[in-house]
């Protein structure tokens, strides 16, 4: 089997079992719209991560940049005024609408709604293509990362957390459920599949930034891990109780780049 076969196998192992999510009061997916608007404003405002060096670094003054599930625009919204111009692809109206209201006054926004790559046609050739914290969604890594490789002239970027980000609450799946939560996909196997597919030479490195509240308040987080887990508010106290008595340690992060082909 190869990586890009592995890598989609190792996804589905993460579906909820029928018989949990047949009692789940409502769905456990989706994040609330808030957290991408807050993480963008706080991308606007703070420091540079390695994954807008990267991209920064390889954008000439002017230049055209592709963020391919932009959310809110965390990834691209700090690559101006070095871009002059920033596509974003996501499949949320909501979200690009709040993307371009963040970049007023900045940077223009040209917005694409739908999936990647079925828009990828819609889409010009950029000088950065970027891709922040998406991979982990998609089962077949190496046609979307293809189509944005092609779709890009001087550099691809792609930022993921090291392991599945729901592996945060693997713990509380076992706590709750007593489920076994996978330990695969991982960073080390996206890259084997942007090695595989993409034909070019991989650069990455690793580095952390503090593990973010998951809601704008406790209770907001609460509520967040609640629904994930398919509980019910009446579990609202105890979650609460291990989440304090368990700090989150850093997220552990990876930054891959490679060249593009546009």
Same mark, same amino acid.
């Given at each position: 089997?190869?990586?890009?076969?592995?890598?989609?196998?190792?996804?589905?192992?993460?579906?909820?079992?029928?018989?949990?999510?047949? $009692?789940? #009061?409502?769905?456990?997916?989706?994040?609330?719209?808030?957290?991408?608007?807050?993480?963008? /404003?706080? *991308?606007?405002?703070?420091?540079?991560?390695?994954?807008?060096?990267?991209?920064?670094?390889?954008?000439?003054?002017?230049?055209?940049?592709?963020?391919?599930?932009?959310?809110?625009?965390?990834?691209?919204?700090?690559?101006? #005024?070095?871009?002059?111009?920033?596509?974003?692809?996501?499949?949320?109206?909501?979200?690009?609408?709040?993307?371009?209201?963040?970049?007023?006054?900045?940077?223009?926004?040209?917005? =694409?709604?739908?999936?990647? #790559?079925?828009?990828?046609?819609?889409?010009?050739?950029?000088?950065?293509?970027?891709?922040?914290?998406?991979?982990?969604?998609?089962?077949?890594?190496?046609?979307?990362?293809?189509?944005?490789?092609?779709?890009?002239? /001087?550099?691809? =970027?792609?930022?993921?957390?090291? =392991?599945?980000?729901? *592996?945060?609450?693997?713990? $509380?799946?076992?706590?709750?459920?007593?489920?076994?939560?996978? $330990?695969?996909?991982?960073?080390?196997?996206?890259?084997?599949?942007?090695?595989?597919?993409?034909? /070019?030479?991989?650069?990455?490195?690793?580095?952390?930034?503090?593990?973010?509240? $998951?809601?704008?308040?406790?209770?907001?987080?609460?509520?967040? =891990?609640?629904? /994930?887990?398919?509980?019910?508010?009446?579990?609202?106290?105890?979650?609460?109780?291990?989440?304090?008595?368990?700090?989150?340690?850093?997220?552990?992060?990876?930054?891959?780049?490679?060249?593009?082909? *546009?």
């Amino acid at each position: 089997m190869g990586a890009a076969q592995e890598w989609g196998r190792s996804l589905e192992a993460w579906a909820i079992p029928e018989a949990i999510l047949a $009692l789940a #009061p409502e769905s456990p997916w989706g994040f609330p719209p808030e957290i991408f608007t807050a993480a963008a /404003r706080g *991308a606007v405002a703070g420091a540079l991560t390695p994954t807008h060096r990267r991209a920064q670094e390889a954008l000439p003054v002017g230049g055209v940049a592709l963020d391919v599930g932009a959310g809110a625009g965390a990834a691209s919204l700090p690559l101006a #005024p070095a871009a002059s111009r920033i596509v974003a692809v996501d499949q949320s109206t909501a979200m690009l609408d709040r993307m371009k209201e963040l970049a007023r006054g900045r940077v223009e926004v040209v917005a =694409v709604e739908g999936n990647w #790559p079925e828009v990828a046609h819609q889409v010009e050739a950029a000088d950065v293509g970027l891709c922040a914290n998406v991979a982990y969604n998609v089962a077949d890594l190496q046609s979307f990362l293809i189509a944005l490789t092609d779709r890009t002239r /001087r550099r691809v =970027v792609l930022e993921l957390t090291k =392991v599945h980000p729901q *592996a945060s609450v693997s713990w $509380l799946w076992k706590h709750f459920w007593d489920l076994d939560r996978p $330990l695969t996909p991982t960073a080390t196997d996206a890259i084997e599949v942007i090695q595989e597919g993409v034909s /070019r030479t991989v650069e990455w490195m690793d580095w952390s930034r503090p593990h973010p509240m $998951l809601g704008r308040t406790e209770a907001e987080t609460v509520a967040w =891990v609640r629904r /994930r887990l398919c509980l019910t508010p009446t579990a609202d106290p105890e979650i609460q109780e291990l989440l304090r008595a368990t700090p989150q340690p850093a997220a552990e992060m990876v930054t891959a780049w490679w060249p593009g082909r *546009a």
